[in-house]
């Protein structure tokens, strides 16, 4: 417990887009901050990269030597927005070790690293948190690691990377071309310093490896999500999704299967326009929680950027203060299961195959054939001519819900047959 008054002293570990944020609500709101806690919250150092003037913020307060502000002993509470792994992770474990709490925004650490520093923070009986770190500025982890705790989730199904979903939006809405609207995304704060992580899916794929070990009180790890980007999804997706009456999303899925393991995944997905998802636009995140109780939840709101997440921040700022003040620390994460990862091929989804094929008598017939043979059923088909080539037409199929594996067997069937020319495009379908 600290001292009767003293104030809650913070270490803040970076002042980008996020730190910034966090550093100017921690002076603009400092009243109201100081009567939620009970003590005044003492910004004490920043970390950066370099030291330079920067809008709102007390020079005298930087520093470039992180390791020495966090084993700085007036410092009680360590905010980490500097991103990456090393030399974060080594920050972090000195400063739980340290008796400090943590709050991390750091989704990319906590999906290789978070077993070992929930460990750490257990130890020293101190607090790790982390709501920012998915879904910016949606309250999620909270409700996940303590509303729902006594319920038993089975999925959980969500758009948690902003930076794809606004690339996609525009591509659905304005007809954008990827690389403008990539840019747009990076202009406006919410692509990580590396858009690579964005556009091929780890940032969205860390984010579900949190979100599936709360949700099933395990621990999964970033190598275990199988992980498809957007990079590939192209104009022609994009007005295959909307002739059926679905807009692309990259979905990360958490769900629970059959065999009791659990798929954990992020694809870009045909989301039908009926779905909650379906209407979630720009930055914007949303997390869709199915479970034996409750039933659907729904929790949507800004997924990145600077104040947003510096929300979510804040948060975790005021609880892990209250906690000390109290001399407590919060519930941990419970990770008692161990339910394995489901083999990738039997993971089961609906899926759309657009693909040419010869526009001759019996074409389409071999093609159902060749689906039920793997054991596919059809849900949907449509067959378009191609323009200005009266020998081929586009098929465009959805199927029933199917293995991957099942689904594999059926493309490679088709792809090596003489009716259908070139690669088969396939994209996931939410829903039965
Ligand atoms: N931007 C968002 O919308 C958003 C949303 C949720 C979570 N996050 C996460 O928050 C973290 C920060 O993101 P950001 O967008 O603010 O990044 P940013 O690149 O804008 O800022 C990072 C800051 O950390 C500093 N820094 C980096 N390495 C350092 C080191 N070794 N020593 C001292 N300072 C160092 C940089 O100088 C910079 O000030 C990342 O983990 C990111 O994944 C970002
Ligand atoms: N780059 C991330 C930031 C929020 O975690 C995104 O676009 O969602
Ligand atoms: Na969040």
Known sequence: ????????????????????????????????????????????????????????????????????????????????LMGGIHPTLELLTDALAAGK??????????????????????????????????????????????????????????????????????????????????????????AEADPTADVEGHDAAAKAAILASLAFHTRVHLDDVDCEGIAEVGAADIEAAEQIGCVVKLLARCTLSADGTIAVGVHPTLVPATHPLAGVRGAFNAVFVESINAGQLMFMGPGAGGSPTASAVLGDVVTAARNRVRGVAGPGESAYSTPGITDPGRVRSRHHLALVVRDEPGVLARVAAAMAHSGVSIQEVRQ??????????????????????????????????DDVSGRIRVLRVEGE
């Open 101 to 190: 709490s943590v709050v991390t925004a750091n989704k990319a650490l906590l999906a290789q690293h978070g077993g070992e520093l929930f460990e750490a923070a257990e130890r020293a009986g101190v607090d790790i948190y982390y709501e920012a770190a998915v879904a910016g500025a949606i309250p999620i982890i909270r409700p996940l690691r303590e509303s729902l705790v006594g319920d038993a989730v089975t999925a959980v199904t969500g758009i948690v990377n902003g930076t794809t979903n606004y690339i996609l939006d525009q591509m659905h809405t304005t007809g954008a071309e990827y690389a403008d609207a990539l840019a747009d995304a990076q202009a406006l704060g919410y």
């Open 384 to 417: 378009v001519p191609l323009p200005g080539d009266g020998a081929h037409a586009r098929l465009s199929i959805t199927t029933h819900v199917a293995s991957t594996a099942d689904l594999g067997a059926v493309v490679a069937e088709l792809e090596a047959s």
């Open 1 to 80: 417990m600290s001292s009767p008054g003293a104030p809650v002293r913070v270490a803040l570990l970076g002042c980008g887009t996020v730190g910034s944020q966090v550093a100017r609500i921690l002076v603009e709101q400092a009243a109201d901050l100081r009567a939620r806690v009970g003590r005044p919250l003492d910004l004490v150092g920043i970390a950066t990269r370099t030291v330079r003037e920067r809008p709102g913020v007390d020079p005298a307060l930087l520093t470039t030597d992180a390791a020495a502000l966090v084993a700085r002993p007036d410092v009680d509470l360590v905010v980490e």
